[in-house]
């Protein structure tokens, strides 16, 4: 049992590129989320997916966008890529409680 | 939306000592508060966790307590160990909505 699986671990993007982090759970739960953590910000809610075709905005959702391509899979993309998005990622899923994957440290340079 | 707020956002205490981290949320329809454990480097992971209809849970050295009327909730952790440290996030969850978290609690065990 994997759990919330998300590639990639590290990424170092040049400001204005493009890249989607992939997220996939095999808990069969309805709910999955993208945070972002920064140092002494917490873990602050960019997108979340209560349900397979639908998706909300969370806290920070500007430069961002998602798809929820099926149960299993939440993607997270960055269109153009800026110093000000560097930071930790984590993907999520939930039923009745919230398991995390195990993050992705992306840099914009 | 849900407001979570959370204190002290660093703790240090001695080794054996007890550590008690305090969260207060706003809506009353929150009805399920996790605490999760980060170690650096690593993602959160679930410790502990309580419901509405319940006052208190204990895992062993680990307890969480609700005051629903006050809307707030606390986490407990006695005869701390170096492996305690980490950094402690407390959440609230409405069903069928988001969990909203707060901004961490770095605790530091001293040997």
């Known amino acids: 049992n994997a759990g919330v699986t998300q590639t990639p671990k590290f990424q170092v993007l040049k400001t204005g590129q493009s890249m989607t982090l992939q997220c996939a759970q095999d808990?069969?739960?309805?709910?999955m989320y993208w945070y972002r953590q920064d140092p002494g910000m917490g873990l602050r809610l960019i997108y979340y997916?209560?349900?397979?075709?639908?998706?909300d905005k969370g806290e920070v959702p500007n430069g961002y966008n998602v798809s929820r391509l099926n149960k299993r899979e939440f993607s997270l993309r960055l269109e153009s890529a800026a110093p000000s998005q560097t930071s930790v990622y984590f993907c999520a899923s939930s039923d009745t409680q919230a398991f995390f994957g195990q993050g992705t440290r992306l840099t914009v340079v | 939306g849900e407001n979570v707020e959370q204190h002290p956002s660093t703790l240090s205490v001695q080794e054996g000592d007890s550590a008690v981290i305090k969260c207060t949320y706003s809506?009353?329809?929150?009805?399920?508060f996790p605490w999760y454990k980060q170690e650096l480097g690593k993602r959160p992971q679930l410790i502990i966790d309580?419901?509405?209809?319940?006052g208190e849970k204990k895992d062993q050295r680990i307890a969480v307590t609700l005051n629903k009327t006050a809307k707030h909730f606390s986490l407990h952790i006695t005869e701390t160990q170096p492996e305690d440290s980490a950094v402690y996030f407390c959440?609230?969850?409405?069903?069928?909505?988001?969990?909203?978290f707060g901004t961490g609690t770095s605790l530091t065990v001293i040997p």
């Open positions: 997916s209560a349900s397979e075709g639908t998706t």
């Open positions: 809506d009353s329809a929150s009805n399920y």
């Open positions: 959440a609230a969850f409405i069903t069928g909505n988001q969990f909203y």
């Open positions: 309580i419901r509405s209809n319940v």
């Open positions: 808990m069969n739960h309805n709910s």
